[in-house]
């Protein structure tokens, strides 16, 4: 138990950008629910990888750019949206492009000081 204590060591700000995961069952749709430069969390449907699988998630921040990051499960557990009982998972970028992370961190920064 952390009792309250943040762990986090990068801020993390909402964002809902539509995601496609890629695990050994196929391609999963969902969306974010935050980000930081380090992870995020998603919102999925159906099914998900195992606590500590590796896999890869194709991020659509807008419709003219495309992340395609390699994640690291860190937490999962079901929740109700809009009445519907989805699977948020917390996930740890294991390999993410320079480029894409320095969007992130801009992004991340704007919105800490609004």
């Not at 695990?23 to 999925?44: D, M, V």
């Given at each position: ?9 990068h801020p993390?700000?909402?964002v809902?950008?539509?995601?496609t ?9 969902g969306k974010?629910s ?6 995020l969390a998603?919102?999925i449907f159906?099914e998900?990888?195992d606590?500590g ?9 807008s419709e003219?750019h495309e ?5 690291e499960?860190i937490?999962s557990?079901?929740?109700i ?9 917390g996930?740890r970028?294991?390999?993410i492009s320079?480029r ?8 991340v ?6």
């Amino acid at each position: 138990m952390n009792f309250g204590i943040e762990r986090r060591h990068h801020p993390r700000v909402a964002v809902d950008w539509s995601v496609t995961t890629t695990i050994s069952k196929g391609a999963i749709k969902g969306k974010t629910s935050n980000i930081s430069i380090s992870g995020l969390a998603l919102i999925i449907f159906s099914e998900m990888p195992d606590i500590g699988d590796e896999f890869q998630v194709t991020i659509k921040p807008s419709e003219d750019h495309e992340m395609k990051v390699t994640c690291e499960e860190i937490w999962s557990g079901n929740f109700i949206v809009n009445e519907s009982v989805c699977i948020g998972i917390g996930v740890r970028f294991t390999k993410i492009s320079s480029r894409d992370r320095q969007i992130i961190a801009t992004l991340v920064a704007a919105y800490q000081t609004n």
